[in-house]
């Protein structure tokens, strides 16, 4: 009887820290911009390194199914070009994007995080330059969940708001510009989702909240 309630007892405190886990209230902050910001749609046209998927992130995958940078020593860190594009899904610019992963996934935190550098090419106008944090944890919650019993159309389908504040508290955002985007500041907050046409990267929509400095 008692190893019954001690088997009971231990089967209980897992299933009170994993509900904790997923469900902590006390999560690292995340923020969105202002409605009124101006929303594109993007895609990655060429893409280099791993894709930062939940398996990826945790170690559990090397991502050996993506394309190399070809330096052996950068193994957390991609490089692509994507496409953005307007509300009625026209080519409105094209953008440069670096990403690496920010420090260890701290699972008891919920920081699962990478940092983006993004530079942004409107033709005949400017460009914009930003620095992101995105934490994965969403995504890393949804597949955990997932792998506890809903099925794989959970992760598929879903979206994920990954913007959110770095841990150490460092400004992010838009840096600066060029053209006519000179002496431009502000904000931009992004969601990201599994990019139907290539399956092991995610598109997604980015939205600018620009300011004039």
Same mark, same amino acid.
């Not at 009124?36 to 060429?46: K, M, N, V």
């Not at 994507?82 to 509300?87: G, H, K, P, Q, T």
């Given at each position: 009887?008692?190893?019954?309630?001690?088997i /009971?007892?231990?089967?209980?405190?897992? %299933?009170a820290?994993?509900?904790? $886990? $997923? &469900?902590?209230?006390?999560?690292?902050?995340?923020?969105?911009?202002a409605e009124? =910001?101006d929303?594109?749609?993007?895609?990655?046209? @060429?893409?280099?390194?791993?894709s930062?998927?939940? #398996?990826? *992130?945790? %170690?559990i995958?090397s991502?050996?199914?993506?394309?190399?940078?070809?330096?052996k @020593?950068?193994?957390?860190?991609? #490089?692509?070009? /994507?496409?953005l594009?307007?509300?009625?899904g026209?080519?409105?610019?094209? #953008?440069t994007?670096?990403?690496?992963?920010?420090? =260890?996934?701290? +699972?008891f935190?919920?920081q699962v995080?990478?940092?983006?550098?993004?530079?942004?090419?409107?033709a005949? #106008?400017?460009s914009?330059?930003?620095?992101?944090y @995105?934490?994965?944890?969403? *995504?890393?919650?949804? &597949? +955990?969940?997932a792998?506890?019993?809903?099925s794989?159309?959970?992760?598929?389908?879903? =979206?994920?708001a990954?913007?959110?504040?770095?841990?150490?508290?460092?400004?992010?955002?838009i840096v600066?510009?060029s053209? $006519?985007?000179?002496?431009?500041?502000?904000?931009? =907050?992004?969601?990201?989702?599994?990019?139907? @046409?290539?399956?092991?990267?995610?598109?997604?929509?980015?939205? *600018?909240? /620009?300011d004039?400095?």
């Amino acid at each position: 009887m008692r190893k019954l309630i001690g088997i /009971i007892g231990f089967l209980c405190g897992i %299933g009170a820290g994993l509900f904790m $886990l $997923l &469900n902590n209230p006390l999560g690292p902050p995340a923020y969105s911009v202002a409605e009124t =910001s101006d929303t594109y749609q993007w895609r990655a046209l @060429e893409f280099f390194g791993i894709s930062f998927t939940p #398996a990826e *992130l945790l %170690g559990i995958s090397s991502g050996s199914t993506n394309r190399s940078l070809g330096a052996k @020593e950068v193994k957390l860190a991609s #490089a692509s070009i /994507i496409l953005l594009l307007d509300e009625s899904g026209q080519p409105a610019a094209l #953008a440069t994007r670096l990403t690496a992963i920010n420090k =260890s996934p701290d +699972m008891f935190t919920e920081q699962v995080g990478v940092d983006t550098y993004t530079n942004i090419f409107w033709a005949n #106008a400017g460009s914009l330059l930003m620095h992101g944090y @995105e934490n994965r944890w969403p *995504l890393v919650r949804t &597949n +955990m969940v997932a792998a506890l019993g809903a099925s794989d159309e959970v992760i598929d389908n879903g =979206s994920f708001a990954v913007s959110a504040v770095p841990p150490d508290g460092e400004p992010t955002g838009i840096v600066g510009g060029s053209g $006519l985007f000179s002496g431009i500041g502000g904000r931009y =907050s992004e969601t990201i989702w599994r990019d139907t @046409e290539q399956p092991d990267l995610y598109a997604g929509s980015i939205s *600018l909240d /620009i300011d004039v400095r």
